[in-house]
């Protein structure tokens, strides 16, 4: 294939995607919705006129995503859809995803949008990070990520009307830390497959984000496990943490409205907080720089 017909597919793509500048009625699909992040993703796209599937690992908590979404419906005719659905979904289980996707498939039908949210919490170095611990972290913030973007864009791509996947790397992806080994190399690996797959679902009309947030006062931060901590250690160690996001002061909700402009506009990345697009700029310009930063204790 000739570069003329290359760049003419991707023209041709890009047409696809440009009906989402309008997400009215559109349908997305938000993971580890229960919460955070997640939840305000769901009820940002909501506030929109989409219709909303919610996933999370916590059936409890989507359902009181869902029933939020539901109770804040402006869009009648939305309601007249089902509104919004929750769903128990573990990412990590590449069964569990497939047979969600094909369950959504089956009542809702093709999603428009996709934001694979789920992901988990971990601190610790590498040489005290359990392997099993290692993979588990992997499990649920790149393996689920894997996963959601292979059984959803299958569907898209059999569709041929275009779509979006929003896929949430991390800050850590490009700014490394001695004590979030795991975490940062599964948000790294996130944001790599990220890129590839936007360029290779270009011609589809699929665009592909990701989504880089820093400092978020979520509660991540009350279930991320310490690596070689007592359990009195970790309550403590989470509870500075927690007050050190809350004071920091940036809110799930601010990430949610970037998630969504990124879907309209179709930008591939998005360090979503300040001190993001602080690390992000000096990553690029002096890497060396942050890897001498890395060495340093920050508690």
């Known amino acids: 294939m000739s570069l003329v017909d290359e760049v003419s597919r991707w023209r041709r793509g890009a047409r696809k995607h440009r009906r989402l500048r309008d997400l009215d009625r559109t349908l997305v699909v938000v993971t580890g919705a229960g919460s955070g992040i997640g939840r305000q993703t769901a009820l940002a796209f909501a506030s929109e006129g989409a219709v909303v599937v919610i996933a999370d690992l916590d059936l409890e908590s989507a359902q009181h995503t869902a029933n939020l979404v539901n109770s804040a419906r402006v869009n009648p005719d939305v309601m007249v859809r089902g509104g919004s659905r929750a769903y128990q979904v573990d990412v990590a289980s590449e069964v569990e995803v497939q047979r969600f996707a094909k369950k959504v498939l089956a009542e809702h039908g093709t999603p428009d949008i996709v934001v694979n949210n789920a992901g988990i919490g971990y601190s610790g ?18 393996w689920g990520v894997v996963y959601g973007s292979r059984a959803f864009s299958e569907q898209m791509i059999a569709r041929g009307t275009g779509g979006h996947i929003v896929n949430l790397s991390s800050a850590a992806a490009f700014t490394p830390q001695k004590k979030l080994t795991a975490y940062a190399t599964s948000k790294a690996a996130v944001f790599m497959l990220s890129d590839c797959l936007r360029a290779e679902l270009v011609d589809h009309g699929i665009g592909v984000s990701a989504i880089c947030p820093g400092l978020v006062h979520t509660n991540i931060i009350n279930t ?13 160690k989470r509870a500075k943490a927690d007050e050190f996001y809350r004071r920091r002061g940036f809110t799930p909700d601010r990430v949610a409205t970037q998630i969504v402009k990124a879907v309209k506009s179709n930008k591939a990345v998005v360090p979503a907080t300040p001190d993001a697009k602080f690390g992000r700029a000096l990553s690029r310009l002096a890497p060396g720089i942050m890897r001498i930063g890395a060495r340093f204790d920050l508690d």
């Open 125 to 142: 170095t590498f040489t005290k990070t359990r392997q099993e611990d290692f993979e588990h972290v992997m499990a649920v913030n790149f």
């Open 224 to 236: 991320t496990r310490i690596a070689d901590a007592t359990p009195e250690e970790q309550a403590e």
